[in-house]
Every structure is written in structure tokens, then in C-alpha cells.
């Protein structure tokens, strides 16, 4: 009995606890191996962040300067259409003027072509070789441009008025025969219709 008890106490304890100080011994380097892998891995996951955040943080500086180009580049935007807009608004006018014009002109021509015809239609009228008649109705005559200077006789049942400028210098109402004299500058409305005869004795 005593044997087996210095056998427990000699042999078999010490290999026990060799046993046992073995497994802490591998438990506590176990530890060790996974705290340092841990501390690896989060000094590693530290880093990784860290360029992350800075690599976010120049993204963020990247976009904030092409924000700014944007903005500048709208603006310059926004202006090129206000001055296309106003460019587009004058084109308008320029082009309403220009048939505004168009229009003028061609009343121009219309006013021109008729002086012409009537002065064509008069040249009988001022000669005094012929002492021709010439009936109008609701007209304006001009002198000279119309009818020659000298003097008339208007006969019908119109109305004439002699004007010098806007001035009324004579009037004839309803007249059956009408004896009068024009020179240059002056104007004869005539309302109704009259026929108008140059009298050549007294050119």
C-alpha cells in the first residue's frame, strides 16, 4: 500500500501535473496566438478605416471643388441664356420692324404708282394748249404736283377747299359753275364730285 502510494507521489503526480501545466501552458500560448491575431486584425481593420476615411475625405474635397466648377459653370449658363433670350426678344423686334417696313415700303409704292398714274391721267389737265377737263371725285390735288398753277373753273355739285398749309383760303359748296385761281404750294379738297377745267386765257 505504501508502495503504491510513493508510485502515485513520484511517477504518476508529476506526470500529471506536467499534464495539466502542459495544457495550460498550450491554452494560455492559444490565448496569446488569438489575442496578438486579434490585435492584427483590428490594428488592420484600424488601418483599413483610416485609409478609408482619408481616401472619403479627398473624394469629398474632389467633389466639393467640381461642385464649385458646376455651380460657376451654370451660372455661366444661366447668363448665356439670358443674353440668347434678349437676342431672341430683339430678333423678334428687328424682324417686326422689318415688315413694319415692308409694309411701309410697299404703301410707299402703292402712293408713288397712283401719283404717277394720276399725273400721267393729268398731264392734258395743266397744258394750256388744250384747256382739257378732268372730273374728280372725293380727291386731294397738290399744286404743282397734281394740277398746274393757274386759274379753274370747277363746275358739279361738290364742295371745293382751297388750303395754303392747313390754312382754308377759299370754299365752294355745292357749286354749279366755280371760278378760281391756285399757285404752288397749295392744296384743293374736293368732297362730292367736281370737273375741274383750266381756263387758258388767263395763263
Known sequence: MLKNKNFLLTV???IFVSLIIGVIIIILNSQSILQTRAKSEIASEKKNMSDNI?????EKQSLTYKAAEYDTILEENRL????VTALT???ADYNTRI??????VADLDSQISEKTTYKDSLQSLPTAQTGAKKTYTDKTLTVPLDISEGRYTAEGSGTLMIYTGSKLEDKAQNTVSYTFDVKSGQTLKIMGTLTLTKIINNE
Open 12 to 14: 504518476i503526480l508529476p
Open 54 to 58: 482619408a481616401k472619403m475625405k479627398d
Open 80 to 83: 448665356l441664356v439670358d443674353e
Open 89 to 91: 426678344d430683339e430678333l
Open 99 to 104: 415688315e413694319e417696313a415692308k409694309e411701309t
